[in-house]
Nanobody
């Protein structure tokens, strides 16, 4: 059974950095497109970044130049390096794995940017 477990969230000051991790199990990780989405209170879930099985990445407009997604197929893990964090980056961050019509979501990890 597919399982995605996010970690690395927490409280950080504006301008700071955090690194999120998402460990996957129960899937053929290397063939999946992996991604990060986020949802702030009262807002819709939005794309943060995705990385394909070929390593090609796509970032949401609000995080371009600040966030970097990467994957380690040997560890079945996808990462999100977040730099220059802003107050508006406060949200629950979710990991997603997609292959064709298959889609699995993690439980989410809270990121709070506050001074």
């Amino acid at each position: 059974q597919a399982q995605l477990v996010e970690s690395g969230g927490g409280l950080v000051q504006p301008g700071g950095s955090l690194r999120l991790s998402c460990a996957a199990s129960g899937i053929s990780f290397s063939v999946y497109t992996m991604g990060w989405y986020r949802q702030a209170p009262g807002k819709e879930r939005e794309l943060v970044a995705t990385i394909g099985s070929d390593g090609r990445t796509n970032n949401g407009d609000s995080v371009k130049g600040r966030f970097t997604i990467s994957r380690d197929n040997a560890k079945n893990t996808v990462y999100l390096e977040m730099d220059s964090l802003k107050l508006d980056d406060t949200a629950v961050y979710y990991c997603v794995a997609r292959f064709g019509s298959l889609e699995n979501w993690g439980q989410g990890t809270q990121v709070t940017v506050s001074s």
